[in-house]
C-alpha cells in the first residue's frame, strides 16, 4: 500500500525567508503523480503545485517550488520570500493514474503547519 | 460560480441520529469523492465514486452510504451517529480518465460535524 510521511508536524518561517517542508512516500508505481495542498484557518484546501512522476523537472509556482526525488521517494516544498498569507497546514499528496480499477484518490500525510513570524 | 459546494457548513446533532450532507459540483466533472479530516487534521478517502463505480474504503462503516442522484451530485448520508463520527467532512471532484491523471481534484470548503 501506498503511504506518505511528512516528518515535520510543525515548522516555523521568519517573513521573507525560505522554508522547506519535507515529505517521502512508499510506493511499488513507476507512474503516479505528487501534490502539495495548503489548508489555512478557513479549512479550504488549495492546490499548491503539481509534480508528474515521469517528468525530471521541478514544478515551479512563482514563490513555491519542489525537490523531486523520484529515486529516494522524496517530494519537498519550498517557499521563497515567505509572506504572513502562507501561515496554513500544507499537505503532501500522492495520487495514482485513473485506471485499472483506480478512481485517483489522493493518500495525504499528516500535514506540516507552516508559521510565519512577521 | 462556486466549483464545488457542500452543504451544510455545520452541523451540531446528538447521538443516534440519521443526517445526510449534500455535495455538488458544476466543474463537468465524472468522479467524486468524500474525505474525512479528523481531530488531528489527518485526511483519509471515504469514498470514490464515477457514474460506473462505487469504490469504497473498507474501513468507513456501512452506517455510511455515499447516493449519487446524477453525476454531478454526490451526497453523504450518516446512520446512527457516534461520537466518533465527529470530523471535517470534504467533498471533492475530478475528471476520470488516465490522460486527466495529473489534473488535481477539487475539493468544498468542508461539513464540520460535532456530535454531542
Known amino acids: 500500500a501506498q503511504t506518505v510521511t511528512q516528518s515535520q508536524p510543525e515548522m516555523s518561517v521568519q517573513e521573507a525567508e525560505t522554508v522547506t517542508l519535507s515529505c517521502t512516500y512508499d510506493t511499488s508505481e513507476s507512474d503516479y503523480y505528487l501534490f502539495w495542498y495548503k489548508q489555512p484557518p478557513s479549512r479550504q484546501m488549495i492546490l499548491v503545485i503539481r509534480q508528474e512522476a515521469y517528468k525530471q523537472q521541478n514544478a515551479t509556482e512563482n514563490r513555491f517550488s519542489v525537490n523531486f526525488q523520484k529515486a529516494a521517494k522524496s517530494f519537498s516544498l519550498k517557499i521563497s520570500d515567505s509572506q504572513l498569507g502562507d501561515a496554513a497546514m500544507y499537505f503532501c499528496?500522492?495520487?495514482?493514474?485513473?485506471?485499472?480499477?483506480?478512481?485517483?484518490?489522493?493518500?495525504f500525510g499528516k500535514g506540516t503547519k507552516l508559521s510565519v513570524k512577521p | 460560480d462556486t466549483a464545488v459546494s457542500q452543504t451544510p457548513k455545520y452541523l451540531v446533532t446528538q447521538m443516534g441520529n440519521d443526517k445526510s450532507i449534500k455535495c455538488e459540483q458544476n466543474?463537468?466533472?465524472?468522479?467524486m469523492y468524500w474525505y474525512k479530516q479528523d481531530s488531528k487534521k489527518f485526511l483519509k478517502i471515504m469514498f470514490s465514486y464515477n457514474n460506473k463505480e462505487l469504490i469504497i474504503n473498507e474501513t468507513v462503516p456501512n452506517r455510511f452510504s455515499p447516493k449519487s442522484p446524477d453525476k454531478a451530485h454526490l451526497n453523504l448520508h450518516i446512520n446512527s451517529l457516534e461520537l466518533g463520527d465527529s470530523a471535517v467532512y470534504f467533498c471533492a471532484s475530478s475528471q476520470g480518465g488516465q490522460v486527466f491523471s495529473n489534473q488535481p481534484q477539487h475539493f468544498g470548503d468542508g461539513t464540520r460535524l460535532s456530535i454531542l
Open positions: 466543474l463537468g466533472h465524472d468522479t
Open positions: 499528496a500522492y495520487r495514482i493514474p485513473n485506471y485499472g480499477g483506480s478512481q485517483g484518490n489522493l493518500i
